[in-house]
């Protein structure tokens, strides 16, 4: 029995002694050994660490990327419009040292440090542009400007690497927000019917153009239709006189028969004199 209680005595001063003169540090955090209130070992590795117990103490910091999402602030643009910016800022303790020294260690004292540089170095960038241009394209230009100007002011007075800069949304004040929106909606309208009133001006110039052709194209295939029949009607007089200079007689009776075959085609009735010289061959053809 006192065998056991030994042992058990002994195996309890030895996880105490192994806790005072040990400590671990996870692979997302960051141990800063402090001695007397003076730093003097930073752990960054993964791990089992040794001590001085009573002497030195460890405080835990995050190791990794954070995010922290700022109070929505108000702003006031170039043009003298109010705008509520609710963005967002990614970071990450950087300076393990420098970030306890300056906030005691707390999340809550870097994120106020992050809160109050970057609200004034957005507000000092978007007060030199309009509300226009806030909310375009250009706004990325503007974050990384304020990125990189906050992060060196962060990184050398309290150890926070500060990474991006976004925002999440960028509203009107409610009192203007009506006013805005119909400020933006007759601009686009006058936009709408200017692009309107040019489009119109390029269709009727369209139009206008395919109409001439039109009217050229036409006027070429009568010209060159005028000229085929021309020439085929002169084509037709020449075979005509050459056949009748071959035969007069003949030609003159096949050309007869041709009327003939025309005229009696139908149910027409024609009236003639008795010695009409168009009823010739016809009453030679029944005389015989």
Do not use: C
């Not at 955090?29 to 003097?40: E, G, L, M, P, S």
């Not at 309107?196 to 369209?206: K, L, P, S």
């Amino acid at each position: 029995m006192k065998t056991l209680i030994t042992f058990v005595v002994v195996a309890v001063l030895a996880v105490i002694s192994f806790n005072l003169f040990t400590f671990t540090v996870d692979e997302t955090k960051t141990a800063v050994v402090r001695q007397f209130n003076r730093v003097v070992r930073v752990a960054e590795e993964p791990g089992l660490h040794f001590k001085v117990p009573f002497i030195q103490s460890v405080t835990y910091l995050e190791d990794r990327i954070l995010n922290y999402d700022i109070q929505p602030h108000e702003i006031l643009t170039s043009d003298q419009k109010r705008m509520v910016i609710d963005n967002y800022a990614i970071w990450r303790i950087e300076d393990p040292q420098r970030f306890l020294e300056t906030t005691g260690g707390r999340l809550v004292g870097g994120q106020t440090k992050i809160d109050d540089i970057v609200y004034s170095d957005l507000n000092n960038i978007l007060a030199k542009h309009t509300l226009d241009e806030i909310v375009s394209d250009q706004r990325t230009e503007y974050l990384q400007e304020v990125t990189e100007l906050s992060r060196a002011k962060l990184l050398d007075g309290f150890g926070i690497m500060l990474i991006d800069v976004r925002i999440k949304r960028a509203d009107l004040p409610t009192e203007i927000e009506q006013a805005v929106f119909s400020r933006m909606r007759s601009e686009r309208e006058r936009e709408a019917a200017k692009l309107r009133a040019e489009g119109e001006e390029q269709a009727r110039e369209i139009t206008s153009t395919a109409d001439k052709d039109v009217e050229i194209i036409i006027a070429d295939a009568n010209k060159d239709a005028e000229k085929v029949r021309g020439e085929g009607d002169a084509q037709a007089l020449a075979i005509y006189a050459e056949a009748y200079n071959q035969d007069p007689d003949f030609y003159r009776f096949w050309r007869t028969l041709e009327s003939y075959r025309i005229a009696f085609a139908s149910n027409t009735r024609i009236i003639l004199s008795s010695d009409s010289d168009y009823l010739r061959y016809l009453e030679s053809m029944l005389d015989q």
